[in-house]
């Protein structure tokens, strides 16, 4: 059974850092590209950032980059979302999502539609 487990969520001033952690059972992990997602209230669901299988390619959507990394843990079969300068926008629930099919990652990361699997997702709040 696949399963994914969003970690690190919490309440934060703007300018603070956060630390998301996903982690994963049931896949062969080192051939699956990850995505992190987040959706705020009344809004649609956001491409946040894309990691390739091996970690050699790195994706992350206008609103995020430059502040936040993603990276990942093959022998942890773990993948993380620093989060640094925080600003109240960001504040939304956070999904990690698992790629196992696509073979042109670099083509199709910041599709929804992309990722088969889904985390329950984890809140993260910025106050002013």
């Known amino acids: 059974q696949v399963q994914l487990v969003e970690s690190g969520g919490g309440l934060v001033q703007a300018g603070d850092s956060l630390r998301l952690s996903c982690a994963t059972s049931?896949?062969?992990?080192?051939?699956?590209?990850m995505g992190w997602f987040r959706q705020a209230p009344g809004k649609e669901r956001e491409f946040v950032a894309g990691?390739?299988?091996?970690?050699?390619?790195?994706y992350y959507g206008d609103s995020v980059k430059g502040r936040f990394t993603i990276s990942r843990d093959n022998a942890k079969n773990t993948v993380y979302l620093q989060m640094n300068s925080l600003k109240p926008e960001d504040t939304a629930v956070y999904y990690c999502?698992?790629?196992?099919?696509?073979?042109?990652?670099?083509?199709?990361?910041?599709?929804?539609?992309?990722?088969?699997?889904w985390g329950q997702g984890t809140q993260v709040t910025v106050s002013s």
């Open positions: 049931g896949l062969t992990f080192s051939n699956d590209n």
């Open positions: 990691i390739s299988w091996s970690g050699g390619s790195t």
């Open positions: 999502a698992a790629d196992v099919r696509s073979s042109y990652y670099s083509a199709v990361y910041y599709r929804e539609r992309s990722y088969e699997y």
